[in-house]
């Protein structure tokens, strides 16, 4: 994955932003930093905050405390349509009474450029964006997929520094998503350009991100790299918000792990990080790293190249999801199983 170097210089810069609807907090004392070339995504639950950051940051929405910094400088003063900024909404927004070709020069034409270069950007960008043979057809003649990629390549045509996302990918059945998760992701390392991209979606944050943001009633939860999020949530709330999480709040078990356990923490195992077996199989090599209880099986749901298992284990339920492969017990409802893990794959989380 591309990581962006830590030297790389801040361009965006939120501090201590807080927006009020009335005495709703949207936005609640907010500082973050994005850092020049990096794809930074804004994760969370509906109404945490998500659209709002973002209509901050592109201007559409003042704050009501705090001041945001873009290059190092305060931009309260600088209206939306002067801060060079890309913008892609869920709803693709085109000109529905214009070609592709026009919708692409628009912006263009707005900033004053001569038709002559005007033409050469179009050209260049629709090749881009794999749209060449598209550029005198109406939007409505266009996929669902057509036309993002035309508002993608509308958001980049003047080669903003910044390009701001809400829910891009949205409005698209699952396979195109992942197919223009793809190309955003090539299309951001070639441009180099600063991104700040709002979804509700977990597998497209892990995807794009250098890192994500995760967002609950308008503050910042946690920040990180998508794998130290998910390998290391902080609290049960971001456990459980990206992936699944077994949440071991007085199991009736003492939890073995190498760390003692930090007050007012649960300790959290991810479903894959736990192993099915029969009861009484032999035990592995590496025993002595693991732990093991015995418990029920509750339901097994076949999900191709995946199985899930519903296990409770005296009082508390585990799921538990393994690769499908050659040779490997299949366990039904009422039987019993050994569940075993490494006991360095236990997590604490903030309860
Ligand atoms: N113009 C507005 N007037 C009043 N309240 C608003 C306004 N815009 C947003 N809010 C409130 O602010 C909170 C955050 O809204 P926001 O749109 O930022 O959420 P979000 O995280 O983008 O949610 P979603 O995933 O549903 O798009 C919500 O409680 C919402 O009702
Ligand atoms: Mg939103």
Known sequence: MHIVEFQEPVQIEFRNITKLYGAVAAVNDLSLAV?????LTILG???????????????????????????????????????????????????????????????????????????????????RVHLNDFGDRMPSQLSGG???????????IADPPILL??????????????????????????????????THDQDEALTLSDRIVVMRDGRIEQIDAP?????RPATRFVAKFLGEANILENPGFEIESDMVQPSGTVAMLRPERICVAPPASPKRA????????????????????????????GSTPFVVREHVAAGQPV???????RLEWLRSDVRFVSA
């Open 35 to 39: 850092r020049r070339g990096e794809f």
């Open 45 to 127: 639950p509906s109404g945490s905050g998500k659209t709002t950051t973002l209509m901050l940051l592109a201007g559409f929405v003042a704050p009501s405390k705090g001041d945001i910094l873009i290059g190092g400088k305060s931009v309260a003063a600088v209206p939306s349509y002067r801060r060079d900024q890309g913008i892609v909404f869920q709803s693709y927004a085109l000109f529905p009474h214009l070609t592709v070709r026009r919708n692409l020069e628009f912006p263009l034409e707005m900033r004053g450029m001569k038709p002559a270069e005007r033409i050469k950007r179009v050209e260049r960008i629709l090749e």
């Open 146 to 156: 057509q036309q993002q990629r035309v508002a993608l390549a509308r958001a980049l």
């Open 165 to 198: 996302l809400d829910e891009p990918l949205g409005a698209l059945d699952r396979s195109l998503r992942e197919q223009m998760q793809v190309e955003l992701k090539v299309l951001h390392k070639e441009f180099a350009i600063t991104t700040v991209c709002v």
């Open 227 to 231: 794998e130290m999020l998910y390998d």
């Open 286 to 313: 590496d025993s002595h790293q693991r732990q093991s209880v015995i418990g029920t099986v509750a339901d097994m749901i076949y999900a191709g190249p995946l199985r899930k298992y519903h296990v409770r284990v």
């Open 331 to 337: 366990f039904r409802a009422g039987d019993e199983v």
